[in-house]
């Protein structure tokens, strides 16, 4: 099994990958990425059969945008599985992107390529990671807002039910960093609404007390 992260240097990890976003990354969740356009829009128009054609025989794309798009990189992970950027996925990340960026390329945590591939790395999303079985539950998972947050320390993972998935499931993760200068416990994770990770408001106050978005959609904790 390997070794948990250095703690210590969490706060390091974090405050590079903060460094290299907010030098011109972009944050996104899944399904939602920035493009970069230039020159007149033109209009084509298709009929049906053109994009039956123009669909067969190509992939489903996948949705959300890891580390390795954020990067640049291609990244060949423990199950030999080789992952490759996406030109229109540059300097995008989701909120497990961001996570894996942290604890897996900054860290040296190992990573799974996959939801479901084998080994005991990070998963790929939010859910997968929240119902794994890397680390400990810190506050357990449940269809509801814990009553008790003060368990939490700084590092753990903090996993959030969003409006986007269905069925229930986890839709946003980020990193608890403790309380701020209020005594407000806080926590630092991407945003579809804002370019890079953020403590600040867009897209939800960033805190766990209150009535804010991520503070009524906080459902569980894990510590690795």
């Known amino acids: 099994m390997a070794a948990a992260p250095d703690r210590t240097g969490l706060g390091r990890a974090v405050r590079r990958a903060d460094a290299h976003l907010h030098s011109g990354h972009r944050g996104t969740e899944q399904g939602h990425h920035p493009g970069h356009r230039s020159g007149a829009a033109r209009y084509t128009p298709s009929t049906p059969s053109d ?24 990244w060949t992970f423990p199950d030999a599985v080789t992952r490759r950027p996406e030109k229109d996925r540059a300097r995008s990340v989701d909120s497990s992107g961001y996570v894996r960026l942290v604890y897996g390329y900054r860290s040296g945590f190992p990573l799974n390529s996959r939801d479901n591939a084998a080994g005991n790395g990070l998963q790929r999303t939010p859910d997968a990671i929240a119902h794994g079985r890397l680390g400990l539950p810190v506050i357990p998972l449940t269809d509801r807002r814990p009553a008790v947050i003060q368990q939490l320390q700084p590092g753990d993972l903090v996993f959030f039910r969003t409006r986007e998935p269905p069925g229930g499931r986890i839709g946003h993760i980020g990193i608890y960093l403790g309380l701020d200068t209020a005594d407000h416990p806080r926590f630092i994770s991407i945003r579809k609404n804002a370019g890079g990770p953020t403590m600040g408001d867009k897209g939800g106050t960033s805190r766990l007390d209150g009535d804010g978005y991520y503070a009524q959609g906080l459902r569980g904790a894990r510590r690795l």
């Open 51 to 74: 994009a039956k054609r123009a669909t067969r025989g190509k992939p489903k794309p996948r949705t959300g945008s890891d580390f390795y798009d954020y990067l640049g990189i291609p």
